[in-house]
């Protein structure tokens, strides 16, 4: 019997800063079981984080910390391919191409841009408004059919979806119009200062931010500190749209004890805030420390994070030059002779 071909997966984080909850239990987290049924591709986005201003010292180490990061939340290099996005050239190559089918008005409208734009006021770089292009290249690159993504992330499938039909109807068919994977209740961790907006790797208030690499005491002390409500009813643990932050912690608390929000309700019945809180520090601590543990002792070995990413550049510029090489035949430019 032949083999069947797998599906293709394609999806990345930015090395912008110390990794949060929100991108491990929206992003990284989700990506491992899709390594034993599909084709995968993770990819460390260093391009897309140039976007707003780095450190370049930091940047280099965020990225290497990024891909250890990966290696300890379980992707397999020997499964998957494991890369940093600038060691492959046509991600920068194709998104030109790309640019010129893709409409200034459609980057205008996305939420991110006006987001980053209010947040970097004296930044406003083309990088910041060109992304969701970069982005669109890094998905289409590969012939990716899933993109498992966070729910911040789903207007950028959505452009990239709209730029690949556009291509493929200019052009004829080229690539394969991609759709996003939503993880169902992780899809959207909140700020722990400010509930009603996400939580992001760039706030600048630390307190909101749980870190993948932050300590035990940490971890707790912030949860503490998180904002719930005022409501002082002894049965108030409970998911309510007029309670985001319990809410968020209550949805925290299900994804890293693994169990149903309706259990964790039930659970947490009768009992005070500074109980559950407590309970929900225990549960990330306990998902957290064991990463924490692997990604040192990867970060010891850079022999072997250098021979990880050799290889998983290797075997993305292998499939992404036989895209682009496509794309440039179809566009009409001249193909170099070799
Ligand atoms: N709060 C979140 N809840 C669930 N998923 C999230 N993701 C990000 N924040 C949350 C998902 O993580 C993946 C990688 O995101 P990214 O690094 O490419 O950029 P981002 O979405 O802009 O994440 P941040 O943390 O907010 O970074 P900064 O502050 O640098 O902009 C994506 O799949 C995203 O959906």
């Not at 707003?52 to 290696?71: D, F, G």
């Not at 920068?92 to 947040?119: C, H, P």
């Not at 207007?155 to 493929?168: C, K, P, T, Y």
Request: hydrophobic residues 35%.
């Amino acid at each position: 019997m032949a083999d069947e071909v797998k599906k293709r997966v394609f999806s990345g984080v930015q090395p912008t800063g110390k990794v949060t909850l929100g991108n491990y239990l929206g992003a990284i987290r989700n990506w491992t079981p899709l390594q034993e049924q599909y084709d995968c591709l993770f990819c460390v986005v260093d391009l897309h984080s140039l976007t707003v201003a780095q450190v370049p010292a930091e940047l280099r180490k965020n990225t290497l910390n990024l891909v250890a990061l990966y290696i300890a939340c379980g992707l397999d290099p020997d499964k998957s391919i494991l890369f940093i996005q600038s060691h492959v050239h046509e991600h920068a190559e194709l998104a030109w191409i790309l640019d010129t089918v893709t409409y200034v008005g459609e980057l205008n409208r996305m939420t991110q841009f006006k987001d980053k734009s209010r947040k970097h006021a004296d930044n406003i770089n083309m990088g910041l408004m060109n992304y969701p292009v970069l982005m669109a290249s890094d998905i289409l690159l590969y012939r990716t059919q899933y993109v498992p993504v966070g729910k911040d992330q789903v207007q950028h499938v959505e452009l990239a979806r709209d730029i690949a039909e556009r291509f493929n109807s200019r052009y004829s068919d080229t690539f394969v119009v991609p759709e996003c994977l939503l993880s169902r209740t992780g899809s959207s961790i909140k700020s722990l200062q400010e509930p009603t907006a996400k939580m992001s790797k760039s706030d600048p208030n630390d307190n909101a931010v749980i870190s993948i690499t932050d300590d035990a005491d940490t971890v707790r002390r912030k949860l503490r500190r998180a904002v719930t409500d005022s409501d002082t009813d002894a049965h108030c643990v409970r998911r309510s749209e007029d309670k985001p932050g319990v809410s968020n912690l209550l949805n925290i608390y299900s994804l890293c004890a693994d169990v149903s929000t309706d259990e964790a309700e039930r659970l947490f019945e009768g009992k005070g805030y500074g109980y559950f809180k407590d309970a929900v520090a225990d549960a990330v601590i306990s998902v957290l420390q064991p990463i924490q543990d692997r990604q040192r002792i990867l970060l010891e070995d850079k022999g072997y994070l250098e021979t990880v990413l050799k290889r998983g550049a290797e075997r993305a510029s292998h499939i992404a030059q036989n895209t682009l090489a496509k794309v440039y035949r179809k566009v009409g430019l001249v193909p170099q002779i070799r």
